[in-house]
């Protein structure tokens, strides 16, 4: 397998696709031995963080790998198509699959508008997924969990890395080793498909760590007002305390993945993220 994020610049993507491809061909008298999962890192919340000439260079990727765990913002720069709406998301899902041919896509944090009923539930984020029929129609899932009210660094490698594992184990289980880009046949149903019980065991690991480090983080809050009120954090009168606190949040907010391995090799209670139908 491989598992490709972050990359810097166009030329990068360039350098990685040919990666990507060279393995492919290697593997192509083997279906099902070689597996790319693109993670196209680009932005997020309407902001991009990469060049914008790494855009096209991305969706040049498209056609070649085999998962794909765009976020909301990186679904729409993908498929040109803005996400407001289950339907919307349908639409997203429909044209990368049917445009680039790729077998199976996971959105990884799509906040919808809140129906009358829910505005007074606590805010949630949906994960949505698809695998492609033989005629690249999708068939689409969604997975909704509580969102903590935190950002926590390294959730977007934590998120990639699980799936790879648990696709290539769900996929396994199905039969599917063997099977080009481990695709299920047309019979299976969204919430049944091995993508869909990869991703229940990724966000119950996830949820698991992620919410024993939200306990840490609250822990640590007060060392972290300290350094906002100037008590702390400066040395030798180089750091601001503004910068030292942001440096102390962040720390704080890392995901505390080695701490917590257990429930990422025993993810627990992992019927409660079943998929559901979109």
Not at 37 to 46: A, I
Not at 113 to 128: D, G, M, R, V, Y
Not at 155 to 164: I, P, Q, R
Not at 206 to 218: P, S
Request: aromatic residues 6%; neutral net charge; hydrophobic residues 50%.
């Amino acid at each position: 397998m491989l598992v490709s994020g972050y990359i810097p610049s166009a030329e990068g993507v360039e350098k990685v696709g040919k990666i990507g491809r060279d393995l492919k061909l290697r593997a192509s008298a083997k279906p099902g031995s070689f597996f790319w999962v693109l993670d196209p890192v680009m932005g997020d919340q309407g902001r991009l963080y990469i060049p914008p000439d790494e855009v096209p260079a991305y969706k040049a990727l498209l056609r070649d790998a085999d998962l794909i765990l765009p976020n909301q913002f990186e679904a729409e720069l993908l498929s040109g198509t803005a996400i407001t709406s289950t339907a919307s998301i349908a639409a997203a899902l429909a044209s990368l699959h049917a445009t680039y041919h790729i077998p199976h896509i996971v959105i990884t944090s799509i906040r919808l508008p809140a129906s009358p009923a829910e505005s007074a539930a606590p805010e949630t984020l949906t994960i949505i997924g698809s695998t492609a029929t033989s005629t690249f129609a999708p068939r689409p899932f969604r997975i909704d969990v509580p969102a903590f009210p935190v950002f926590f660094s390294g959730t977007g490698d934590m998120f990639a890395a699980l799936t790879a594992f648990r696709l290539r184990e769900a996929a396994a289980a199905a039969g599917l080793s063997a099977t080009p880009q481990w695709v299920s046949g047309d019979g299976v149903a969204a919430t049944d498909l091995p993508l869909a019980r990869a991703a229940a065991a990724v966000l119950a690991s996830m949820q698991a760590v992620l919410g024993k480090t939200f306990a840490a983080y609250e822990a640590a809050l007060p060392r972290v007002e300290a350094v906002e009120d100037g008590v702390c954090g400066v040395v030798d009168g180089v750091v601001p305390p503004e910068k030292a606190r942001h440096l102390a949040v962040t720390r704080a907010a890392e995901v505390r993945v080695v701490k917590n391995v257990r429930d990422l090799v025993d993810p627990p209670d992992v019927k409660r993220y079943a998929a559901r139908p979109l």
